[in-house]
């Protein structure tokens, strides 16, 4: 702290007979003034409201007759008192309102104290003056308490809530008491059901942490989010609850990001895995497949792909090998064409697939005339044969044309 002596070292004379009485009466002032402090200034908060009160007096008179170079022990008072409020889990309203209450007593004792002591009327307009620069200065040292205070809570938060989210993504489950004993440190009631949000992946676990956290605090009512594995995951309570896809989809504002099934809490580490595998699906980035249309779920003007709803790319996601040959095997025939003829008929077959018999819309989904399908319908018949007729074969053709898509894009 700095400041400037702007008195003569006698006026200490005229001042300090004042400090005794002058505690006494801030202190009533302040439980009357300060609804927050209404109360008996018994106990411990009696005990740290009486010594604030009087080392600010005392301290304010040897800075201001220049007896004192202020030190590190007597700021930290100051700084206590701010961390002493967050953790009391208060606002800093009360406190500086506090600081401005004490102000004016110590001001008007102060002045009726210095007339007596016959100091000159612009000694005792400095002294107006020093006394709510000196206010200034240590509510300055009290919000600097309380946003570390503040700080370091949130730090904690976030440990503990990262390692409750690792815990729920365990694979195998971690034991139940374990989580509920982590859930509780968290403050974090176990609800009946859990989804996992993946919103990005990246090797710097930092970063994905940051992100994650940054959904949680976005998305509020309950939501955990913490780095796990390299991926930034968001445990959601409740995923089912009125509003909850919209609100999912305007904190994310666009951004990538994938959402697991609505589980029970054991079951977490599902809802992850297959929140993750959405968010890795092929085609995140790669634009149309032959056919016109998503090689894989696109994430759309909301950012966000729901794993439930791609269940068999999924399926085919998971097994790539598996998918890979399915797609080599079946659509074999089309091996001796060249790469624009057999870009056509693999973009017949697959919109005749999906609306068999229906020349006509499958034309419009093409755009061509029907007689162009009819075409190229001979031509897949000829190389395909009866397969085409086969139920079980068409299934597996089809799910041959979305592996083959899949591979393409990814």
Known sequence: MVMQATLPPEAADALRPELPRL??????????????????????FGDVTRFGVEVALSRFVDLLVGELHDDASTR??????????????RSLDAL????????????RRFVDAGTRGGLPPQALYDLGEAIFAYIDEISAESVEGFAEAQSAAAGE??????????????????????????AQAAGWPLPRSVAAIVV???ENEDAVDAVAARLARRLGEGAVGAAVGGLAVVMLPDPAG??????????????????????TWPDAAVSLRRAAAAYRLPGRQAGASPAGQSAAPSFGESGLVVADDHLPALLLAAEPALASDLARTRLAPLDGLAAGPRERLETTLRAWLDRPGQVQAVAEQLGVHPQT????LKQLRELFGARLEDPDARFELSLALRAAAGVRYS
């Open 96 to 107: 500086l309102a506090a600081y401005r209450v004490g102000a004016r007593v110590a001001w």
């Open 200 to 202: 990005g992946e990246d």
């Open 373 to 376: 399908v009819r075409y190229r």
């Open 242 to 263: 009125p509003g909850r896809r919209r609100a999912i989809e305007t904190a994310l504002a666009g951004h990538p990001a994938a959402l697991g099934p609505a589980v």
């Open 157 to 182: 938060t976030q440990r503990r809530r990262r390692r409750l989210l690792r815990l729920l993504a365990q694979d195998p489950p971690a034991e139940a008491e374990a989580v509920r004993t982590a």
């Open 23 to 44: 505690a006494d009466d801030i202190i009533a002032a302040i439980s009357v003034e300060v609804p927050d402090y209404a109360r008996p200034m018994e106990g411990r």
């Open 76 to 89: 930290e008072t100051y700084v206590k008192l701010g961390r002493g409020e967050f953790r009391a889990g």
